[in-house]
């Protein structure tokens, strides 16, 4: 099963690590402008597969994509001193518009997963760019955030961050949506859980965990510059997930036609994902001021997107 990933930098190149390390995919092409520094992580990548799994990692072009059954989008550029957003925003829109024709020409029955920030604008002008069906161009959307989200609430309980169901929705960025109203461990709704176990959740400690999740990117960029090992094997469970026709459910950013009133906007929701990319998608259950969250997260992105004629 072939993978493809267009863009070898820090994120790009996790992901293909991620890959390696967790199996479920046979072959990993990495497409870059710089072919040298495609070919220099293919060839380092390489030569951990004899420790991980039996992956065989190459770089190579735009043809070499052929046959592959998804191919993830991290190319994009980096944001200049003094450029807004927006701006910011049409330069990568500009990327994503010389690489999908290519990408389409040589891999039309592959599912496209957006990794390239904002992923959420960037997974809708992908969407409208390719002329895929709405399922085959999936972001990754909040899965990172979603993860953040479990790993501090299971440490907070002093429980397996397996055991958490809880998600967030809405932007990967600033107005994402923590459901804490759906929120269970173990099948036992999250109150309970935690007054159950003597870890009651006050009015601290949600705060803390909120801005660990929402918080978390302005950290670890700070401290070393980018983030790509989070993301790089989210990136990878979602390629497995595909591959495998697993089905699972993931907060993951897609085309939307509707969401908490808005309409046409691309966002994260838990979604069903399988073969086909994503094949369902599942309204969470809200309390009302998640629920209006929700409605100012979609409003900001609608309005990103229609800035940009998307």
Do not use: C
């Amino acid at each position: 099963m072939k993978v493809g990933i267009v863009g070898s930098g820090f994120v790009g190149s996790a992901a293909a690590y991620a890959m390696a390390l967790l199996g479920g995919v046979r072959e990993v092409v990495l497409v870059d402008l710089d072919a040298k520094l495609a070919r220099a992580h293919a060839e380092d990548l390489l030569h951990a597969t004899p420790f991980a799994h039996p992956v065989w990692v190459r770089a190579g072009g735009y043809g070499d994509l052929e046959g592959a059954r998804v191919v993830v989008l991290a190319a994009g550029v980096a944001q200049r001193p003094g450029e807004t957003r927006l701006q910011l925003l049409d330069r990568n829109a500009q990327v994503f518009a010389q690489i999908l024709p290519r990408v389409g020409e040589a891999a039309p029955e592959a599912v496209l997963l957006v990794a390239t920030n904002p992923v959420d604008v960037m997974t809708q002008v992908a969407y409208r760019l390719s002329g895929l069906p709405l399922g085959r161009v999936v972001g990754s959307g909040t899965i990172l955030d979603t993860a953040r989200f479990r790993a501090l609430l299971a440490e907070h309980l002093e429980v397996a961050p397996q055991s958490v169901h809880a998600y967030v929705v809405g932007e990967h960025g600033d107005s994402e949506v923590l459901l804490w109203s759906g929120a269970q461990v173990g099948g036992v709704p999250l109150i309970a859980f935690a007054e159950a176990r003597g870890r009651p959740l006050t009015p601290g400690n949600r705060a803390r965990i909120d801005e660990g999740v929402r918080k978390a990117a302005y950290r670890i960029i700070e401290g070393k510059g980018a983030t790509y090992y989070g993301i790089g094997a989210g990136l990878a469970r979602l390629v497995r997930a595909i591959l495998a026709d697993e089905k699972g459910v993931y907060t993951v950013s897609a085309f939307t036609e509707e969401v908490a009133g808005v309409r046409e906007v691309a966002l994260s929701l838990p979604r069903v994902l399988g073969a086909s990319g994503v094949e369902a998608t599942i309204p969470p259950g809200l309390d009302a001021a998640e629920g209006e969250a929700l409605r100012q997260s979609a409003l900001l992105l609608k309005e990103a997107a229609s800035a940009l004629g998307f």
